[in-house]
Structure formats: C-alpha cells, structure tokens
C-alpha cells in the first residue's frame, strides 16, 4: 500500500505509523465526566467504506497526516497535513 505524503511524495506504508481514528473528539482537559473519557479511551467502531484516520510518516518527514482510507479496499483516497496545509487526491 502507498500513502502520498504531501511533503515527500508516494511512500510505501512501512514509512508510516497509524495513530488513530482521525473522527474521534477527545473530552475537554478539565472534565470529570468519566463515561466520556472511558468512551474516548477505550471505545472503537469498527467502519467498512471509507474512513478518516490519522497517521505520522514516522519512517520520512514525521508529518502528521490525515488519510481517507477505505477499509474494504485498503485504497488510499486522499491525504492532507492534519493541521492545515496541501491535500492530495486519489492513488500516487
């Protein structure tokens, strides 16, 4: 599987790691609601189609990516820096 990094270029995904579900909010620092922060710890779904996820080119730039992934496919559909920055669409 390839990952465009949008500094460095197509990258095979050995170069990356996967840092979590790029959909998930986390509770505010002060709240003391604990069902939100076991939910926001430990709770995951399990998605089929297309999904939001976030991952580092730790092996590259160490960029922090935001990457549209079909989980059925495994097709990569688009990358962008996950705080701002240049997007690219579709397969490298």
Known sequence: MLIT??????????EFTYQGDGNRE?????????????AYVYDR???????????????GCRAHLRVVRNTLTHEILSTAFARGGHKTEGRP
């Open 5 to 14: 990094c949008p500094y460095c270029g197509p990258r095979d995904v050995i």
């Open 26 to 38: 986390r509770p505010q620092p002060a709240s003391q609601d604990l069902d939100a922060w076991n």
């Open 45 to 59: 779904l399990n998605p089929a189609g297309d999904h939001n996820e976030i991952w580092q080119h730790s092996g």
